[in-house]
């Protein structure tokens, strides 16, 4: 076999472990801490460190990949994570609220940890598939790496539907137990099938060189902020909570269908290459496309929370509505995670990926409270609406996005 197809699967597999427990963990918290008495923005604020070191890892996790190699941060996010999953396994009264001063400090530490863990996790995996496809295989590329985002999703989904499932199986600390011990064991295969120095720059970067100076990777990283501010401010706390507690629905239920809207969601961004027309002479998707799909996106929200102000059945809505959004938003996004592969060179790219998806971490963040706070004074329509406003910013900001072959023209000049 290939030596850089090898490499891509081990990196894929290990990736792929790591967002069962991602999506699990999340699922997890959510559920668990509603259960104990957290208010919706309480819930939100559980996760305000988990994006906010995503913001911090992602910064200096591309530098720091550049310099001892992606593999190894790779295999530091997974240990993190082993960690993270162990400190939520103590008894309730670390974690409920009558004693607020130790369980909410306590457990945000515990998703700070995660935070850290996810962002270096993916940042490692992705920026990894720049050093295994051969300069001038654009096609190939964005193959390869829809490939990798959309099944890394596909396996989200299940992650979600497994933390809800364990959670009434075996409860939240065997849950946690069994995630565990699975990332452990896929974290010493990897380590010992993965060569080391991956990604690694021949020269020492310096600190400063994680600020990018191309306008193509700043306007993109702009527009994902707010593409995936768009998601996370109604799918983190408000869709969840709505479906339990408005709904009623089950924990499996509502586990159930948020791990199929990612796993669906997935299967579009893996299918994105065929989905999307590639323009002539091998070259992928560029700076009109990336525009074309987030004016598309647009529409989705505002239907929705009008269908909702509408008094129409909320569960057809919401289900089928989503969905739409779901498939539209795994285009955005495959096309967006191609081009920062696409606008970087083999040198920079660790660097260059950090520095999108600290943006991308912004975003998130932004999201997540909002969607605690803006569920808990608005309820789901209003974060739908505030979802529509950030898809439209970031169409806006796409306009700045050159065509590939010209921006690759311009850095190889």
């Known amino acids: 076999m290939e ?43 559980l996760f305000l460190f988990y994006e906010f070191f995503g913001i911090v890892t992602n910064l200096v996790g591309g530098w720091l990949g550049a310099r001892i190699g992606l593999n190894l941060t790779m295999h530091i996010g997974m240990g993190l994570q082993v960690v993270a999953l162990l400190l939520l396994t103590v008894p309730d009264p670390w974690l409920s609220v009558p004693d607020p001063w130790l369980s909410v400090p306590y457990v945000m530490f515990a998703q ?15 920026a990894s598939v720049k050093t295994m496809v051969k300069d001038g295989s654009e096609t190939k590329l964005f193959k390869w790496v829809a490939m990798l985002t959309g099944s890394k999703n ?47 720059m021949k020269s020492k970067p310096k600190f400063t060189q994680v600020f990018s100076n191309i306008a193509a990777i700043n306007w993109l990283s702009a527009a994902r902020f707010f593409l995936f501010g768009s998601r996370d401010v109604w799918f983190v706390v408000g869709l969840p909570v709505f479906l339990y507690q408005v709904l009623g629905w089950t924990f499996t239920q509502v586990g159930g269908y ?3 809207w990612i796993i669906g969601y997935g299967i579009v961004q893996a299918s994105v290459p065929r989905l999307v027309k590639r323009s002539h002479h091998g070259q992928g998707p560029g700076g009109g496309t990336a525009r074309l799909w987030a004016f598309l996106l647009a529409l989705f929200p505002i239907a929705i929370a009008a269908g909702l ?38 040198e920079k790219v660790a660097m260059n990926v950090g520095f999108y998806y600290m943006a991308n971490a912004g975003g998130r963040l932004l999201g997540t409270v909002l969607s605690g706070l803006i569920y808990q004074l608005h309820g789901l329509t209003g974060c739908l609406w505030w979802s529509a406003g950030f898809v439209l910013a970031a169409a806006l900001l796409s306009f700045g996005l050159p065509e590939v072959k010209r921006e690759v023209a311009r850095q190889q000049s």
């Open 3 to 45: 030596q850089g197809l090898r490499n891509y699967l081990v990196v894929t597999g290990g990736y792929w472990a790591f967002t069962v427990t991602d999506g699990a963990i999340r699922m997890l918290v959510v559920l668990y801490f509603h259960l104990l008495g957290y208010s919706p923005f309480e819930v939100a604020m």
């Open 112 to 126: 700070a940890l995660s935070g850290i863990a996810k962002d270096l996790n993916k940042m490692s995996a992705k």
């Open 154 to 200: 596909a396996l989200k989904g299940g992650g979600y539907f497994i933390g809800a499932a364990l959670l009434e199986l075996v409860g939240f600390r065997g849950a946690l137990a069994i995630l565990a011990a699975m990332l452990l064991l896929v974290l010493i295969v990897t380590a010992f099938l993965l060569p080391s120095g991956l990604g690694k």
């Open 258 to 260: 948020m791990a199929l």
């Open 309 to 346: 102000n509408m008094g129409w059945p909320a569960d057809y809505v919401l289900v089928i509505g989503l969905i739409l959004f779901g498939a539209v938003f795994a285009v955005n996004s495959a096309v967006h995670s191609y081009l920062i592969l696409a606008y970087s060179d083999h």
